[in-house]
């Protein structure tokens, strides 16, 4: 998951995407370490939320994506 925001600031600042961006990884980066200590304890039920929630990451990221481009702040 570090890798994955590395790689997506990487993309941001080589095209220019700035603030909105910056949030946008900050946001993932929470939703990341909700994720890791809520399945930390291993028990299934925890680890099976953990994944289900991968969907708000993916959001996160498409809205930020989407304004970052109208705005280019």
Known sequence: ??????????????????????????????????QYGHCNDRQAQHCTESFLHNHKVGMVIFLGLVLSLLFKI
């Open 1 to 34: 998951q570090g890798l994955f925001i590395l790689l997506l600031a990487l993309i941001g600042y080589l095209q220019h995407f700035g603030f909105i961006w910056a949030i946008t990884l900050g946001i993932c980066g929470g939703l990341f370490i909700w």
